[in-house]
């Protein structure tokens, strides 16, 4: 089984910044993609952005040069760098990791963790 711990949600003003940051644990062999998802109140999930192992990365349009993905692979580690936040980032974001345990495939998800961004 494999479980995400993320850290790093809290309230900040327009304009601040935060950074998020999500572990992944448990039997893992590999893991392909790392990243985050946000839910607004009222609004369904959405990607944030990704990285695979390789370091290829997709973000939101709404948070390019904003948000920064990164991954420290040995520590099955992904972060969020978030710059220049605004009112509409906030939500609770949510870590995603996919890859391969020794038994079989796993899609894991972490609890979440609120980030509000005050106008």
């Known amino acids: 089984q494999v479980q995400l711990v993320e850290s790093g949600g809290g309230l900040v003003q327009a304009g601040g910044s935060l950074r998020l940051s999500c572990a992944a644990s448990g039997s893992i062999v590999t893991v392909s993609v790392m990243g985050w998802y946000r839910q607004a109140p009222g609004k369904q999930r959405e990607l944030v952005a990704t990285?695979?192992?390789?370091?290829?990365?997709n973000y939101a349009g709404s948070v390019k040069g904003r948000f920064t993905i990164s991954r420290d692979n040995a520590k099955n580690t992904v972060y969020l760098q978030m710059d220049s936040l605004k009112p509409e980032d906030t939500g609770v974001y949510y870590c995603?990791?996919?890859?391969?345990?020794?038994?079989?495939?796993?899609?894991?998800w972490g609890q979440g963790t609120l980030v509000t961004v005050s106008s």
């Open positions: 990285m695979t192992g390789g370091g290829s990365t």
């Open positions: 995603n990791s996919m890859g391969n345990t020794r038994y079989r495939t796993f899609d894991a």
